[in-house]
């Protein structure tokens, strides 16, 4: 089983940065895909952005161009470099791995962290 800790989030002013990591408690070299997905109270969980075993990444269209996925197999770590933060970014984050299981795959999610968006 795989445990994944996000950690980052916080209260920014609009136009600020963040930047989220996700630590696995083992190695992300062979798993699927990792990526970042965030929810409200009002709205379903979303994907924000996710980076595949070969380095492929895909962005939500609200993020592409202001957010960065990235990993850090040595580290077992995925990263959220968030700019340009505006209030509807407001969400808690959560992190999320693909992982292979038999035939076929299985979800991990981490626990989530808040990011207010906020002046």
């Known amino acids: 089983q795989v445990q994944l800790v996000e950690s980052g989030g916080g209260l920014v002013q609009p136009g600020g940065s963040l930047r989220l990591s996700c630590a696995a408690s083992?190695?992300?070299?062979?798993?699927?895909?990792m990526g970042w997905y965030r929810q409200t109270p009002e709205e379903l969980r979303e994907l924000v952005a996710r980076?595949?075993?070969?380095?492929?990444?895909n962005y939500a269209a609200s993020v592409k161009g202001r957010f960065t996925i990235s990993r850090d197999n040595a580290k077992n770590t995925v990263y959220l470099q968030m700019n340009s933060l505006k209030p509807e970014d407001t969400a808690v984050y959560y992190c999320?791995?693909?992982?292979?299981?038999?035939?076929?795959?299985?979800?991990?999610w981490g626990q989530g962290t808040q990011v207010t968006v906020s002046s």
């Open positions: 999320n791995a693909d992982t292979p299981y038999g035939l076929g795959s299985i979800d991990y």
């Open positions: 083992e190695s992300i070299f062979s798993i699927n895909a």
């Open positions: 980076i595949t075993s070969d380095g492929s990444t």
